[in-house]
Every structure is written in structure tokens, then in C-alpha cells.
């Protein structure tokens, strides 16, 4: 059995403080490293400027990820392999981040930029494994996993935007769970919570494959134009079940 999460405001264990310091360091130079990397592959002349965009992205994320390690009372003594492997994902959505600062490299790069947000998205799979198999599994891992998502189906619609095979009505696709939370300010029983859905896990995964896909060479016109939306009705579809749902649960409650 997993250890459960610890009360809010409880001291973490400080080698599992340190792990997560040394990770969030070490995206850095990997997210500045690989976008310049990337930029300079697709031949572009500033490709340091994709390296600036992408640390300025990891910073505040490190951030707010060290302050979530210990607001969320990280219950285990040792960061573990799984959060790791979500910080690292974390770092390399960065460097595809950078990329937008340099599109002319985007088009060049075809096949490699969509063979590396694959494997982004495989490791998506391997992080919720790991953390069941070490027996590490925390409600920060959790949240670290879930905006890692988030940040990944932002990055990648703005890539899609930025080649030009969608419009930027498809950067709500990224921008969806951020106007969920926003709405929760507004009406408190957004916040409720969701019991664990295979539809949703679907859906994401569905969502996910088919923005990587979007970055083939291969799909272009219409037929780029159709995925995408039929993408983001998928999508915008289960949020509105499940908005729907929280709002029933709420009505009946006293």
C-alpha cells in the first residue's frame, strides 16, 4: 500500500527537498540546452532566443513547483524515479516552447519535432507506473502529472497554430482547464470533486495522439484543419459532461 499524503503544512522530508531541487535545477539547463539544440538543427539564426524563451518558461514553473512540493506535504522521504520522469517531461515541453520564438525552424524539423513529442507523450504512460510500482504515489505527483498535461496540450496547439495547420481557435484546446479553474472563482462547485473516469483517460490520451499527429508533414489543409477540430470537440465535450456533473453533484448537496 502506498503511504497517504500527509496534512497540509507538514515539514517534507528534507532529502526528498533536496531531489526536488536538484530536478527542477536541472530542467533548466536541459530546456535552454534543448531548444537551442532543436533551433539550430531546423536552421534557424537566433536560435539562442529559443533558448531564452524556454528557461523563462521553466523558472516560474520550478517555482511553482517547489512550492507545491511543500504545500502539498510530499509524504514520502525520496522524490522517486516518477516525478522525476514528469519534471524531465515538464523540461522538454519547454524546449518545444522555445521553438515558437523561432518558427521558420519548425517546418525543417518535421518528422524529429514530432518523433520527440511522441516520446513525450510516452513517458506520460511510464510516470503513473512508476510511481504505483516504488509505491510512490502522492497527491503532488498526481497535480505535477496533471499540469504537465496541460502544459503539453497548450505547447503543442500552439505549435499546430504556429505551422500553420490549424487556426488559433485551437489554442482553446490548451487554454480549457485553465478557464475551469478560473470558472471555479466564480462558481465554488466547479471545484468539486470527479471521481476517476476511463472516459476521461481516454479522452486525454485521444487528445494528446492526435496533437502529435498534427505535426506530421504529412497532414496538412483540410485535412489538419478536421482533425483539429474534431480534436477540441472531443475534448470540449467531456468538459462539459463533467461540468455538468459537478453541477448536479452540487444541487444536491444541502
Request: glycine share 12%; with cysteine; aromatic share 6%.
Amino acid at each position: 500500500m502506498t503511504r497517504p499524503d500527509k496534512p497540509f503544512g507538514t515539514t517534507v522530508a528534507p532529502q526528498a527537498l533536496r531531489q526536488a531541487w536538484v530536478a527542477v535545477a536541472a530542467g533548466l539547463p536541459l530546456a535552454a540546452g534543448g531548444a537551442f539544440g532543436l533551433a539550430s538543427h531546423g536552421g534557424a539564426e537566433h536560435a539562442a532566443v529559443a533558448a531564452l524563451l524556454a528557461a523563462c518558461m521553466v523558472l516560474p514553473a520550478g517555482v511553482l513547483v517547489l512550492r507545491g512540493f511543500q504545500r502539498l506535504a510530499y509524504p514520502h522521504a525520496r522524490l522517486g524515479m516518477c516525478n522525476i520522469v514528469t519534471l524531465m517531461r515538464g523540461a522538454v515541453i519547454a524546449a518545444l516552447a522555445g521553438l515558437l520564438a523561432v518558427p521558420d525552424a519548425l517546418a525543417v524539423l518535421g518528422y524529429p519535432l514530432a518523433a520527440l513529442a511522441a516520446l513525450v507523450l510516452a513517458l506520460d504512460g511510464v510516470d503513473g507506473w512508476a510511481a504505483r510500482r516504488a509505491g510512490l504515489a502522492s497527491h503532488f505527483g498526481a497535480r505535477l502529472d496533471v499540469e504537465t498535461d496541460v502544459a503539453f496540450a497548450l505547447v503543442m496547439a500552439a505549435l499546430a497554430v504556429a505551422l500553420d495547420k490549424v487556426g488559433p481557435w485551437f489554442l482553446l484546446l490548451g487554454l480549457l482547464r485553465p478557464i475551469f479553474l478560473l470558472g471555479g472563482l466564480v462558481w465554488p462547485w466547479l471545484h468539486g470533486p470527479l471521481a476517476p473516469s476511463q472516459r476521461r483517460r481516454f479522452v486525454a490520451g485521444l487528445q494528446m495522439g492526435g496533437q502529435v499527429c498534427l505535426l506530421l508533414p504529412v497532414l496538412s489543409g483540410a485535412l489538419a484543419q478536421g482533425l483539429g477540430l474534431a480534436i477540441l470537440t472531443v475534448v470540449l465535450a467531456s468538459f462539459l459532461y463533467d461540468i455538468r456533473s459537478l453541477h448536479a453533484q452540487a444541487e444536491r448537496q444541502p
